[in-house]
């Protein structure tokens, strides 16, 4: 007795119809074809997941800049207007009656 195989013609018709999934290959390997399923599965959860992640630290990033870069900007304001110069023209300006110490300062022993 001699084995003869029918060979097939595989079509789209006979993929979407669902023959393939008689097909001997098919059934002999269906828990290593899950498990694939599976892992596909996962992988494509966690890049997606990292995607999310990578633009939330750019976003991060981007606002951690402008936020350094504020506070550089009042730093700089500040430090102007804390000069004994600009403290003595704002004395003036508003009428204040004081006057800059003739005395140096001393330090208070406990």
Do not use: W
């Not at 999934?21 to 290593?32: A, G, N, P, Q, R």
């Amino acid at each position: 007795m001699e084995k003869t195989k029918k060979k097939k013609r595989i079509s789209l018709m006979y993929i979407l119809g669902g023959g393939i999934l008689k097909e001997e290959f098919v059934i002999k390997h269906t828990k290593m074809i899950v498990l694939i399923v599976i892992l596909l599965f996962f992988y494509i959860s966690n890049r997606y997941s990292c995607m999310i992640k990578i633009r939330e630290i750019d976003h991060l990033q981007e606002q951690l800049k402008d936020v350094k870069y504020e506070a550089l900007s009042v730093s700089a304001q500040l430090t102007g207007n804390t000069r004994p110069s600009q403290v003595e023209e704002l004395v003036k300006r508003l009428g204040l009656n004081l006057e800059k110490s003739k005395k140096p300062p001393y330090r208070l022993r406990k």
